[in-house]
């Protein structure tokens, strides 16, 4: 009976409705611990949180149990009950990596950097969670007045390659330097970060410039700032100038708890960039800790939840933050998405509705077209883009995500040529998007106007993205409109391996295998589309080609 019950356990689980599962009334903590298990490997780590935490009722001194439940709790950002749990488990005869990392948060957060150092003496951990401990070890020798035993923990020996990492480990001397009251060293060390290059952080170019506008050096704070910008609208970096720009002092923002909250958010930048992978959350659970009024890592760590299917989480993490912060639109957007997300698409409007009411910031504007068009609504939208587009002076590279979004609206609208004109002006301020490149060249070869250099573009596309199925697809697409079939069927197989599942690849396939009398795969092609949850008007397509197959090539 009990390998029956584990077997029907683990079906349970494989079903994937871990989070739906009802909690039967003869749980014992053993299945409790393997559900809560396999949510965790599953990424799912609010189950997981919720079932250790539910087995330990039952069993509340068993270790392993302790120990699942503070990594769970790190996870999704309970960093107190990760503590709890820790201390629970030391007592067991039990060290929870995490359990000490939340406390050792706690202590640096609550003004006690040596119970921080202590807890943290004999930390071992997998290698995320170890870096953690050294950046909170780092922060707490500098909050006790030990920066020199700081620097020598983050002294870059010889030439040092350039990366990413070590381009964060600059960056954090010049935190450091910085917090110790060496504001030339320490901008020295921003500008080896800077050097090194392959990481750009917002928090740590506002406190960069905050630091030269302090040393007297406020036209370079503004470049640097303005620097950022190109790329991206970040609201703390849009406040700073601003600021900059009426003449008013910067703040000297940094404490011990920002240097350790802004080095975790680095590590966990670093470590996210796996899609597949989780270890971006407990870095940002301790940012957050640290530093609650650090939105930067609030946004991150709900963008994440919100990744792994988690809205609830991803949009508790977002509601604290204020009304006045510069970045409460981005906050309220986010909330929008995730909603939307989780099927509530007018609750999501609504909160957009009112943040553009109440704000009227082009933020908030921008995110409710967004939403719009996610949801198909072009013809709001649109003059929603409109608008954000004529406020533009002097067009940046980082317009082109609006110009683009502008574009294919007006396309869904069948308003071609001025869409053809906006996304032009997507690649005039930025060439190589393969996202404009892919749309722009695909309209051109299906409808047939521009196919030669529609081809020319599409190749340019899948240069920049040789693993996206659906820019290969664009590119395959081209040659059979071009009438060379044996090279559009090599390419659409390679988009279909790419991306199985697309009804409009598989249908581009099936088309060109016909074209080259491979008529049985044609069909076999066609009837997958029927398999892939087709829209009414592509079903129709597909049955009817299955009946008749193509009708005769031009020129035939």
């Known amino acids: 009976m009990r390998r029956l019950a584990i077997v029907s356990l683990a079906a349970l689980a494989s079903s994937g409705c871990v989070s739906a599962m009802a909690r039967p009334a003869e749980a014992t903590p053993y299945a409790d611990f393997l559900i809560g298990s396999y949510a965790e490997r599953s990424r799912d780590p609010v189950s997981a949180s919720s079932r250790f935490t539910a087995a330990l009722r039952l069993s509340p001194r068993d270790p392993l149990l302790l120990e699942g439940a503070a990594d769970a709790a790190l996870t999704t950002g309970d960093v107190a009950s990760a503590a709890r749990f820790g201390r629970r488990a030391q007592a067991a005869g039990v060290q929870s990596a995490s359990g000490q990392l939340a406390t050792a948060a706690l202590a640096l957060r609550d003004g006690k950097p040596g119970d921080a150092l202590t807890r943290l003496r004999t930390f071992d951990g997998a290698p995320v ?81 905050e630091l030269l506008e302090r040393s007297g050096r406020p036209a370079e704070a503004r470049a640097l700032y303005q620097s950022l910008l190109e790329g991206v609208d970040n609201p703390g970096v849009l406040a700073a100038r601003a600021r900059l720009d009426r003449g008013e002092p910067a703040p000297r923002s940094l404490t011990a708890t920002l240097g350790a909250s802004v080095s975790l958010f680095a590590l966990a930048v670093l470590v996210g960039q796996d899609p597949l992978s989780q270890e971006d959350l407990p870095p940002l659970a301790l940012a957050m800790a640290l530093e609650p009024g650090f939105e930067g890592a609030r946004l991150a760590f709900s963008d994440s939840m919100r990744g792994l299917g988690r809205g609830d989480a991803a949009r508790a993490a977002l509601a604290v933050i204020p009304r006045e912060s510069p970045y409460y639109e981005a906050a309220q957007s986010q909330i929008a998405f995730s909603l939307r997300r989780d099927g509530r698409d007018a609750a999501g409007l609504a909160v957009l509705q009112a943040l553009v009411d109440e704000t009227g910031g082009r933020s908030a504007r921008r995110a409710l077209a967004d939403l719009l068009r996610s949801m198909e609504r072009y013809d709001e939208a649109a003059p929603l883009y409109a608008a954000l587009v004529a406020e533009i002076d002097g067009p940046s590279a980082k317009d082109w995500r609006l110009f683009f979004a502008y574009g294919a609206t007006l396309e869904r609208l069948g308003r071609w040529p001025e869409a053809e004109a906006a996304l032009k002006r997507a690649l005039a301020v930025s060439p190589d998007q393969p996202e404009v490149l892919n749309y722009l060249g695909y309209q051109w070869v299906d409808s047939g106007t521009n196919v030669a250099e529609g081809l020319a573009v599409l190749q340019r596309a899948v240069a920049q993205r040789p693993e996206e199925g659906y820019i290969i697809d664009s590119l395959g697409w081209a040659y059979f409109k071009l009438g060379q079939y044996p090279m559009a069927v090599e390419t659409l197989e390679r988009a279909v391996e790419l991306s199985p599942g697309d009804v409009t690849l598989n249908d581009h396939l099936g088309d060109a295998y016909w074209r080259v009398g491979r008529r049985i795969e044609a069909r076999f092609q066609w009837r997958r589309v029927l398999t892939l949850e087709p829209t009414t008007d592509e079903r129709a397509a597909a049955e009817r080609k299955i009946a008749h197959g193509l009708p005769a090539s031009p020129g035939r």
Do not use: C
Not at 175 to 196: C, H, I, M, N, S
């Open 129 to 209: 969670e170890q870096l953690s401990a050294a950046m909170i070890n780092v922060w707490a020798l500098a909050a006790s007045n030990r920066s020199e035993e700081a620097l020598e923990a983050l002294r870059i020996d010889g030439a040092a390659p350039r990366s990413p990492w070590v381009a964060l480990q600059h960056y954090e001397r010049a935190l450091v330097l910085d917090f110790a009251g060496k504001p030339q060293e320490a901008l020295e060390a921003y500008g080896r970060g800077a050097a090194t290059g392959g990481l750009r952080i917002a928090q740590i170019v506002l406190l960069h410039g």
